[in-house]
């Protein structure tokens, strides 16, 4: 079964550094588009950050120049590193594996949550 194991979640303060990490496994991982998502009280999940299986990165605004996400295929993981932390950025992140797929003669997409990570910054 596939699952993913986000982990690196913690209590910073603002300004600071985190680097999260999701571990993925039961599923051809190089094929998948990652993300990282997040999700704070009161408010929808909103995309923090992308990567294809080709390497391509895209940022929601408000984080980029401040955030980088990458992978690594062959220990099946990806990773956001978190630079200039705000308090806005407190929320639970999520991992999230994403592909589209034919199945049946129809695309189908295939997507994969991790259980979730806290990330407080303190002001």
């Known amino acids: 079964q596939v699952q993913l194991v986000e982990s690196g979640g913690g209590l910073v303060q603002a300004g600071g550094t985190l680097r999260l990490s999701c571990a993925a496994s039961?599923?051809?991982?190089?094929?998948?588009?990652m993300g990282w998502y997040r999700q704070s009280p009161g408010k929808q999940r909103e995309s923090v950050a992308s990567?294809?299986?080709?390497?391509?990165?895209d940022y929601a605004d408000s984080v980029k120049g401040r955030f980088t996400i990458s992978r690594d295929n062959a220990k099946n993981a990806v990773y956001l590193q978190m630079n200039s932390l705000e308090p806005e950025d407190t929320a639970v992140y999520y991992c999230?594996?994403?592909?589209?797929?034919?199945?049946?003669?129809?695309?189908?997409?295939?997507?994969?949550w991790g259980q979730g990570t806290q990330v407080t910054v303190s002001s």
């Open positions: 999230n594996a994403d592909l589209m797929i034919i199945a049946g003669g129809r695309w189908t997409r295939q997507t994969y």
């Open positions: 039961g599923l051809a991982f190089s094929a998948y588009t």
């Open positions: 990567i294809t299986s080709g390497g391509s990165a």
